[in-house]
């Protein structure tokens, strides 16, 4: 229950000020309420859900304020994990990471939200998950459950050129300096984007 609320949150299929009861989501998914509620109370922790007052949990709204806030953490955690990742990248996982670049680039041009975020996950953990740092991975997996919400919202409304609006372009140079074993030149693209 809790890996499925995680993904739901960071591919933005909670949508901010949603409302969820745990006797409603265990029925959906075909469980108990205990393992919802449990999932709920580690969701809260991380503050990807905020408790109500009658029992349930809400996907916090978020302020422009707090946005800016997390996209800074985001930027700082993410361009480390690429330039730590530089050290432990091999042939093979090179490979992969162009595929999800390429799969990426393919969700964009096709406009499928959905796709898209799925995609943009796979191909940045397919960096970050080499960092050599797990607290690291933590961490900026707990950011993007906060901001995969509001992110898919922004996108809603630019289907038709959600390349034009993504900068692909970003993720390809970041491929190209991994590439080149150049550090530097993957946290920079990785930050712009």
Same mark, same amino acid.
């Given at each position: 229950?809790?890996? +499925?609320?995680?993904?739901?949150?960071?591919?933005?299929?909670?949508?901010?000020?949603?409302?969820?009861? !745990? !006797?409603?989501?265990?029925?959906?998914?075909?469980? !108990?309420?205990?393992?919802?509620? !449990?999932?709920?109370?580690?969701?809260?922790?991380?503050?990807?859900?905020?408790?109500?007052?009658?029992? @349930?949990?809400?996907?916090?709204?978020? @302020?422009?304020?707090?946005?800016?806030?997390?996209?800074?953490?985001?930027? #700082?955690?993410?361009?480390? $994990?690429?330039?730590?990742?530089?050290?432990?990248?091999?042939?093979?996982?090179?490979?992969?990471?162009?595929?999800?670049?390429? +799969?990426?680039? =393919?969700?964009?041009? @096709?406009?499928?939200?959905?796709?898209?975020?799925?995609?943009?996950?796979?191909?940045?953990? @397919?960096?970050?998950?080499?960092?050599?740092?797990? =607290?690291? #991975?933590?961490?900026?997996?707990?950011?993007?459950?906060?901001?995969?919400?509001?992110?898919?919202?922004?996108?809603?409304?630019? +289907?038709?050129?959600?390349?034009?609006?993504?900068?692909?372009?970003?993720?390809?140079?970041?491929?190209?300096?991994? +590439?080149?074993?150049?550090?530097?030149? $993957?946290? $920079?693209?990785?930050?712009?984007?």
């Amino acid at each position: 229950v809790y890996l +499925e609320l995680v993904r739901a949150l960071i591919s933005g299929q909670l949508q901010p000020g949603q409302k969820m009861t !745990s !006797s409603k989501l265990a029925k959906e998914l075909g469980t !108990s309420d205990m393992p919802v509620r !449990s999932a709920f109370m580690r969701l809260q922790a991380l503050r990807a859900l905020s408790p109500m007052p009658n029992g @349930s949990v809400e996907v916090p709204l978020i @302020s422009a304020d707090r946005f800016q806030q997390l996209t800074d953490v985001r930027t #700082i955690l993410e361009g480390t $994990a690429t330039e730590l990742a530089m050290k432990l990248i091999n042939g093979n996982n090179l490979r992969a990471i162009r595929r999800h670049c390429t +799969e990426l680039t =393919q969700a964009a041009r @096709s406009g499928d939200i959905d796709d898209y975020l799925r995609k943009n996950h796979d191909f940045k953990f @397919s960096i970050y998950r080499h960092c050599g740092n797990e =607290q690291m #991975i933590f961490l900026i997996e707990t950011v993007w459950m906060q901001v995969g919400p509001f992110l898919r919202n922004l996108r809603i409304g630019f +289907e038709d050129d959600l390349a034009g609006i993504l900068g692909i372009d970003y993720h390809e140079q970041v491929v190209a300096a991994i +590439e080149a074993q150049d550090g530097e030149r $993957a946290r $920079a693209a990785i930050v712009r984007d």
